[in-house]
């Protein structure tokens, strides 16, 4: 008879054993499941941040010139007009890669605004002005009644502007490493009174990249590596000032 007892409170302990690890077992699943659904219910309710995406800078360029208005024309019978659309492309592709938002008041020879002088400055400094943009650049090709005496490229600027001069100096610094394209220095605006920037509204600069009526540099201004040079040293010195790094 003792020897039964023993057995059976052996089993007890056994069988007490059994059911508290089967508790365990329960509680702890139990509070792997609250905590599944609680960590659930917390990442419901957390809303994902808010990362901001910065504008695309904008820059307004303005091929001179344009329908009516032919510009200069060179010994061969090139036009400015046609000088300035093609180097504003290559400044528009190029700038675009760079990831900046590019107006051109132009794309092709047709131009919205009357033939008329007076309209066509308003038209483009309207453009600008309702851009937003960060800069206008407006290109041209030189020309002079001292044909083969006077070259070179050159810039006019407001010098009491501050960005648009910080511009010009980019640009112009860009435009002296042309080898062969002497260098006339930017010019103050003030002093030639030209409508175009006077009603600009946003930092303005006019690039006049040569003298059409110098055979030797109209041959430059004519070739499509003149065309290059000119165009990077310009997107060079925009990027320069809207603080994007050139790879």
Known sequence: MKRRR???????IIFAGGCLTIIVLLVMSIQFLIGLFTHEDVNANIEPPIVEQQAKPTVVIDPGHGGYDNGAVSYNGILEKDIDLTVAKKIKSALEYYGVNVIMTREDDNVPWPDDNVADLRGRSAIANASNASYFVS???????????????????????AKAMALSDAVNAQLQKIDGLPNREPKDASVNLLQLLMENEIPSIIVEMGFLTDNEEADFLMSDDG?????????????????????
Do not use: P, W
Request: net charge negative.
């Open 227 to 247: 065309q290059n040079q000119l165009s990077m040293a310009i997107v060079k010195g925009l990027l320069h000032e809207l603080g994007i790094a050139m790879e």
């Open 139 to 161: 290109l041209h090709c030189n020309s002079t009644d001292l044909a083969g005496e006077v070259k070179g490229s050159e810039i006019y600027v407001y010098f009491d502007d």
């Open 6 to 12: 023993r057995l059976n409170i052996k089993h007890c």
